[in-house]
């Protein structure tokens, strides 16, 4: 990328049809951990006016109703009234479920002789990246595109702007000087209301909260950034009656905005037993304690997998030229100190027990809105610098 440009990322509201898809799918994997920790799931969702739609393939020692796990969701979200409401929409499910031979082993029974025969079932080149952007070591377009889209929800649920829907769209431009972020150009929002369009008043309270939400910061909006609302026309029905969502479609929103390199494959709606999944939170820790550690600027994890084999086919690091060392160094060094097989990954961050000390929340489903990464809202085993001062050497 060029060192001068100017650079946006979007983020939306749980309420954006995308993101309620991302949150049943997910909610259903917590589900299902939550009453069996060897339980292997695949859970998608798609919705339109009035349905929804959930297919679920699963080997669990559990019992999940979607239905009702559905509802919940979309209700939380914000959506019971005339339009979509959670209360009466159409829910269709479709499931297979497998011999529970298919389950993965408990894991304390995770040795090192079971890590070895658990290979990857699917091929997967994953991603992780960290910058020195954000106090988080992620993009900054992205984490103010998050930032703003959370105040907006907010704003919303604490009745700030009652006519707000949960339907919502942020995106957030950010000048770069030199490499580095130096201030934020504008800021879009893309908005829906339930009733008629707002008045001048609540278009400036709307445009008053977006500013505040970045605020503070070593990089922040200025005299000159620019605020739109709804600059593309209006925009007066949100959610599933407007527009029909999906689960996994959103993944520069869930990654890094972007501004680096993602996998295709979706994060949510997927037991940890997905390699794309766990890969791509490995190695966004690694990048993060590559970062952390001093060690460079910019950096970059790429994780190849292939199905039959338990140790990635490649690990390389790219540091765009801010490493203190070569980039084969630092991959030599990074294999060295970090276990990148797919049971290791499950075992370090403990991702199949995590869902049942998270309940209520859940474990899975808070990621599917706001990003995977560079949350300090949550104890992710992912953020953690706990490999920094190895990486050091």
């Given at each position: 990328m060029s060192p001068d440009m100017i650079f946006t990322s979007e983020s939306v509201t749980p309420g954006h049809p995308d993101k309620l898809c991302d949150q049943i799918s997910d909610a259903a994997i917590d589900a299902f951990l939550r009453e069996d920790a060897g339980a292997r799931a695949v859970v998608e969702c798609a919705l339109a006016t009035g349905v929804v739609f959930l297919a679920a393939r699963f080997a669990?020692?559990?019992r999940v109703d979607l239905s009702t796990l559905a509802r919940k969701v979309i209700l939380d979200a914000g959506y019971c009234a005339e339009g979509f409401d959670a209360r009466s929409c159409s829910i269709l499910t479709s499931s297979a479920e497998l011999p529970l031979e298919a389950r993965e082993p408990p894991p304390d029974a995770l040795d090192e002789e079971a890590i070895a025969r658990r290979?990857?079932?699917?091929?997967?080149?994953?991603?992780?990246?960290?910058?020195?952007d954000t106090p988080e070591l992620m993009p900054?377009?992205?984490?103010?595109?998050?930032?703003?889209?959370?105040?907006?929800?907010?704003?919303?649920?604490?009745?700030?702007?009652?006519?707000?829907?949960?339907?919502a769209k942020t995106q957030v431009?950010?000048?770069?000087?030199?490499?580095?972020?130096?201030?934020?150009?504008?800021?879009?929002?893309?908005?829906?209301?339930d009733e008629p369009a707002p008045g001048p008043d609540a278009r400036e309270r709307i445009r008053a909260l977006a500013l505040e939400a970045l605020a503070g910061g070593e990089v922040a909006p200025d005299a000159g950034t620019t605020v739109h609302i709804n600059a593309g026309g209006?925009?007066?029905?949100?959610?599933?009656?407007?527009?029909?969502?999906l689960t996994?479609?959103?993944?520069?929103?869930?990654?890094?905005?972007?501004?680096?390199?993602q996998s295709g494959?979706?994060?949510?709606?997927?037991?940890?037993?997905?390699?794309e999944r766990a890969g791509a939170y490995a190695a966004r820790?690694?990048?993060?304690?590559?970062?952390?550690?001093?060690?460079?600027?910019r950096c970059e994890v790429h994780l190849a997998y292939v199905v039959g084999q338990a140790q990635p086919l490649s690990l390389s690091v790219e540091t765009f030229g801010s490493g203190v060392m070569s980039d084969e160094a630092l991959s030599k060094r990074l294999s060295a100190v970090l276990d990148f097989r797919p049971a290791a990954i499950v075992r370090r961050f403990a991702l199949r027990t995590r869902p049942a000390s998270a309940a209520p929340t859940g474990f899975y489903l808070p990621l599917a809105t706001f990003g995977h990464f560079g949350r300090p809202d949550l104890d992710l085993p992912w953020e953690a610098g706990d490999a920094a001062e190895a990486l050091r050497g």
């Amino acid at each position: 990328m060029s060192p001068d440009m100017i650079f946006t990322s979007e983020s939306v509201t749980p309420g954006h049809p995308d993101k309620l898809c991302d949150q049943i799918s997910d909610a259903a994997i917590d589900a299902f951990l939550r009453e069996d920790a060897g339980a292997r799931a695949v859970v998608e969702c798609a919705l339109a006016t009035g349905v929804v739609f959930l297919a679920a393939r699963f080997a669990a020692d559990a019992r999940v109703d979607l239905s009702t796990l559905a509802r919940k969701v979309i209700l939380d979200a914000g959506y019971c009234a005339e339009g979509f409401d959670a209360r009466s929409c159409s829910i269709l499910t479709s499931s297979a479920e497998l011999p529970l031979e298919a389950r993965e082993p408990p894991p304390d029974a995770l040795d090192e002789e079971a890590i070895a025969r658990r290979v990857a079932h699917e091929q997967a080149n994953v991603f992780g990246f960290a910058c020195r952007d954000t106090p988080e070591l992620m993009p900054a377009p992205i984490s103010f595109a998050h930032r703003v889209a959370r105040a907006l929800d907010g704003a919303r649920r604490a009745g700030l702007v009652p006519s707000l829907s949960p339907d919502a769209k942020t995106q957030v431009s950010v000048e770069y000087r030199r490499g580095r972020p130096s201030r934020v150009h504008g800021i879009s929002l893309t908005l829906a209301f339930d009733e008629p369009a707002p008045g001048p008043d609540a278009r400036e309270r709307i445009r008053a909260l977006a500013l505040e939400a970045l605020a503070g910061g070593e990089v922040a909006p200025d005299a000159g950034t620019t605020v739109h609302i709804n600059a593309g026309g209006p925009f007066e029905i949100g959610g599933p009656a407007r527009h029909a969502g999906l689960t996994g479609r959103k993944n520069g929103i869930d990654t890094y905005g972007e501004f680096a390199r993602q996998s295709g494959s979706a994060l949510s709606g997927k037991d940890p037993s997905r390699i794309e999944r766990a890969g791509a939170y490995a190695a966004r820790h690694a990048a993060k304690n590559i970062v952390a550690a001093g060690l460079a600027d910019r950096c970059e994890v790429h994780l190849a997998y292939v199905v039959g084999q338990a140790q990635p086919l490649s690990l390389s690091v790219e540091t765009f030229g801010s490493g203190v060392m070569s980039d084969e160094a630092l991959s030599k060094r990074l294999s060295a100190v970090l276990d990148f097989r797919p049971a290791a990954i499950v075992r370090r961050f403990a991702l199949r027990t995590r869902p049942a000390s998270a309940a209520p929340t859940g474990f899975y489903l808070p990621l599917a809105t706001f990003g995977h990464f560079g949350r300090p809202d949550l104890d992710l085993p992912w953020e953690a610098g706990d490999a920094a001062e190895a990486l050091r050497g």
